[in-house]
């Protein structure tokens, strides 16, 4: 079962400086992977959307990578604003079965940027 | 454009009660999903549907049924709530099965 950890659970930096979250993965088997900014008691916003045959994907300040091999993903954010303090998450779709339609998620990374 | 949009917001009921959430999407997506996010959990899939009058179980089915009859909307119903079903549900569409997937807002369900 594919199983997906999201370390650390919580992270707290100063603004301006450039962080990266870690996302890694057990079954190199997947068809995307997805990373999620959720903000206290609202819904999942999709940051980006990086595609198996993909190594990285980039929107803005937002940088994610991706190796497969590995089973490992990086959400790099450059030059970090009080703004960006959220959870954030990342999500895998395995590539087929029974579970191709569901995406499965990590638990997340508490994100804090001090003023 | 909306997105996708959900009912109620907050819901409070008694065990045994039913209750139906509504969840509606205006992208035209073929695909919808029930999730519910319980903390040290994560997300997990209830129901998914792959199309119009398409249903299918996901990773928690049990104790929830779901119904597409049309393509914009996607109900998940409660026949008698249980306080393990205190959570936060969320909905999602997307265009197919290897897509991008757009969540609504969710809804927070307490059941005493």
């Known amino acids: 079962k594919q199983e997906v950890t999201q370390i650390p659970a919580a992270l707290s930096v100063p603004e301006g400086e450039n962080l990266v979250l870690n996302c890694s993965f057990t079954?190199?088997?997947?068809?995307?992977l997805q990373w999620f900014r959720q903000d206290p008691g609202k819904g999942l916003t999709s940051l980006l959307l990086i595609q198996s045959s993909q190594r990285e994907q980039t929107s803005g300040r937002l940088n994610a990578s991706l190796d497969k091999s590995s089973g490992r993903s990086t959400l790099y954010i450059a030059a970090s604003q009080p703004g960006d303090s959220a959870t954030y998450l990342c999500?895998?779709?395995?590539?087929?079965?029974?579970?191709?339609?569901?995406?499965?998620f990590g638990k997340g990374t508490k994100l804090s940027v001090i003023p | 454009n909306a997105g996708v949009t959900q009912t109620p917001k907050f819901r409070v009921l008694k065990t045994g009660q039913s209750m139906t959430l509504l969840c509606a999407q205006d992208m035209n997506h073929e695909y919808m999903y029930w999730y519910r996010q319980d903390p040290g959990m994560g997300l997990r899939l209830i129901h998914y549907?792959?199309?119009?009058?398409?249903?299918a179980k996901g990773e928690v089915p049990d104790g929830y049924n779901v119904s597409r009859l049309k393509k914009q909307n996607f109900l998940l119903g409660l026949e008698s709530a249980a306080p393990s079903q205190t959570s936060v549900y969320f909905c999602?569409?997307?265009?197919?099965?290897?897509?991008?997937?757009?969540f609504g807002p969710g809804t927070r369900l307490t059941v005493l």
């Open positions: 079954d190199s088997a997947i068809y995307n």
């Open positions: 999500a895998v779709t395995p590539r087929s079965g029974a579970g191709s339609y569901q995406l499965t």
């Open positions: 999602a569409s997307s265009p197919g099965t290897y897509n991008e997937q757009f």
């Open positions: 549907s792959v199309g119009e009058g398409t249903t």
